[in-house]
């Protein structure tokens, strides 16, 4: 069982020369609970951002006040893991945080795209299409699509393109805690630039590499490698 600390992930972002990580705090064996960031982040820690998860269970007055708590305390947002867990995005369940996430200028981010063996939801929950739906009817809340949808890299494109309050990041392409070979590097770059001619440019994707599946390092000189110009190396 692997355990992770803020302490090593300061190492990899220094290796890898990053300024500032966006972590995603969750209640999963051997990763980085919620709780743990609480009265240590981000007043004691500049580099690091940290965004709240919420279970399904949670979708409730309850849950949704301590969501709120922690967004109050200076988490920057919220993950939602459709698919993985048995919900769609549009679920009326949820509105209520998407409408507070709206007023707090909070962006909430969805897992979207490929699920692992085992996954107890279904794979069209995590479809980059019912995103859609989300960013149409809450056009205030700011939206994030993990993993741009991969392998439906074009729909969630599509989405983005339709939608100004919706972006999505290049996280979680790789086989996960292996070394990043040439092969899965040139259909990365391959993807990624048939992307950018049908958007035009990579403007609303966002770097990301899903820290500690990935080394950092590896995953940002990967990215370096994809047809960027100044403009967007610079955002």
């Not at 064996?29 to 009265?39: C, E, I, M, P």
């Not at 240590?40 to 309850?62: G, H």
């Not at 707090?104 to 063996?117: A, D, E």
Request: aromatic residues 14%.
């Amino acid at each position: 069982e692997k355990k992770y600390s803020i302490r090593k992930l300061e190492t990899s972002m220094n290796q890898a020369d990053i300024d500032i990580c966006i972590v995603i705090a969750d209640r999963t064996s051997g990763r980085l609970a919620t709780n743990d960031y609480l009265g240590t982040l981000p007043s004691n820690n500049s580099r690091i951002r940290v965004v709240a998860d919420i279970n399904i269970k949670e979708f409730n007055d309850e849950g949704f006040k301590k969501i709120y708590n922690f967004l109050r305390k200076g988490f920057v947002g919220v993950k939602l893991y459709p698919g993985y867990e048995n919900f769609f995005p549009y679920d009326k369940k949820i509105f209520p945080l998407y409408d507070y996430c709206s007023k707090m200028s909070k962006p909430v981010i969805f897992h979207t795209g490929v699920l692992q063996i085992g996954s107890i939801g279904l794979l069209k929950q995590a479809h980059p299409l019912n995103i859609d739906e989300v960013a149409t009817r809450f056009p205030r809340l700011k939206i994030i699509m993990a993993h741009s949808g991969n392998p439906w890299l074009f729909d969630c494109a599509a989405v983005v393109a339709k939608n100004k309050n919706v972006y999505a990041d290049i996280s979680g392409y790789f086989n996960e805690f292996e070394t990043i070979s040439k092969e899965e590097e040139s259909l990365f770059i391959k993807k990624l630039a048939e992307i950018k001619i049908y958007m035009g440019g990579f403007e609303k994707f966002l770097f990301g590499t899903d820290w500690p599946l990935y080394n950092q390092k590896e995953y940002l000189l990967a990215t370096l490698q994809l047809p960027l110009s100044k403009k967007e190396f610079d955002l």
